[in-house]
């Protein structure tokens, strides 16, 4: 199961509150301009800004 639109169109990014999208194989979430990839597990976005993984340059 996946993300579902609605939810998506509601999620932020916890530290600056800006957009986020999904990566290509749905996998995470993505905030360009923090340059930070919020992994999902078991179909839950996982939105700590502690657990977020920065994405290579």
């Known amino acids: ?3 579902s639109k609605d939810l ?5 990014c ?3 509150k800006g957009d986020i999208y999904l990566t290509d194989k749905e996998d ?3 905030c360009d301009a923090c340059k930070l990839l ?3 597990r078991d179909d839950i976005p996982i ?3 502690d ?3 920065p994405l290579d340059a």
């Open 14 to 16: 916890p530290k600056c």
């Open 38 to 40: 919020y992994e999902i």
């Open 1 to 3: 199961m996946a993300i």
């Open 8 to 12: 998506l169109d509601i999620l932020a």
């Open 51 to 53: 657990e977020a993984k």
């Open 47 to 49: 939105m700590l800004i």
């Open 28 to 30: 995470g979430l993505i």
